[in-house]
């Protein structure tokens, strides 16, 4: 049975707004067009378009492609912690839900800001913050994730060393992204299978695409291996359910 999908993590890549070297790296375009053409047969009806480390602070190249995606689709931007209040609300407009701190490649507001940041932005608007980074890395900051009002780490953790930190701030209400499986050094129907366990509203499905640095990009079948691992009605909370309440779809 196939479910609709909210994808929770994509990149739109238009060269025509600013990119930005990171470690020498600038990804090839991936327009919105790019994405419909390549998503169009998985059943998408939402997502989260994400900036990456190459699209630092612009914020022009998000606001339209959400416009142009629809209003199903939010975003996750990067903003300095100095950003003004009415810039927050203005972008909120736009569709923005979250703020992502890129703790593994940059691009984003250091983590010496990470929980101020993250308890301004939801008591302002409800957003939350998202985590990328290698879980093993993020011992000294665990404590204080599971006290933040709502966060999300990206790609599983990545790491099979990260997982028993994952799986605990799962425990304690931290959303978990089931993207980027080719990025991982484990098997991923097992970690997932176990964070359903401890947390059935932590999980959310997203492509990664167009996946970049990624030793395997996205395919179909690593929607398969969630249904294989969890069966239907969980699969259903996975690919729909989970993100589209934590991105607070239609509010």
Request: proline share 4%.
């Amino acid at each position: 049975m196939q479910h609709m999908i909210f994808d929770a993590h994509l990149h739109i890549i238009d060269p025509v707004f600013p990119l930005v070297s990171n470690d020498g790296y600038i990804p090839e375009a991936f327009t919105v067009d790019d994405y419909v053409g390549q998503t169009a047969s998985l059943g998408v009806g939402g997502g989260a378009v994400v900036s990456g480390s190459f699209q630092t602070f612009d914020q022009s190249y998000l606001v339209t492609a959400l416009a142009a995606l629809g209003p199903t689709f939010v975003g996750v931007t990067q903003l300095p912690f100095s950003v003004s209040d009415e810039d927050l609300i203005l972008l909120a407009g736009h569709g923005v839900r979250a703020v992502r701190f890129n703790l593994r490649r940059g691009g984003s507001e250091t983590s010496e800001h990470l929980c101020e940041f993250a308890h301004r932005i939801y008591d302002l608007l409800g957003w939350h913050i998202e985590i990328y980074a290698d879980c093993k890395t993020l011992d000294s900051l665990a404590g204080k994730l599971c006290q933040l009002p709502a966060v999300s780490i990206d790609h599983l953790g990545l790491s099979k060393a990260g997982l028993p930190l994952l799986y605990q701030l799962a425990e304690n209400g931290v959303r978990v992204k089931a993207t980027g499986f080719g990025r991982v050094d484990f098997a991923v129907s097992q970690a997932i299978r176990r964070l359903y366990d401890i947390n059935p509203d932590a999980l959310m499905f997203g492509t990664d695409l167009p996946s970049t640095r990624s030793p395997r990009a996205f395919n179909p079948v690593d929607i398969e291996i969630i249904g294989n691992a969890l069966g239907d009605a969980a699969t259903k909370k996975v690919l729909w359910d989970n993100a589209a309440a934590f991105y607070r779809l239609g509010v």
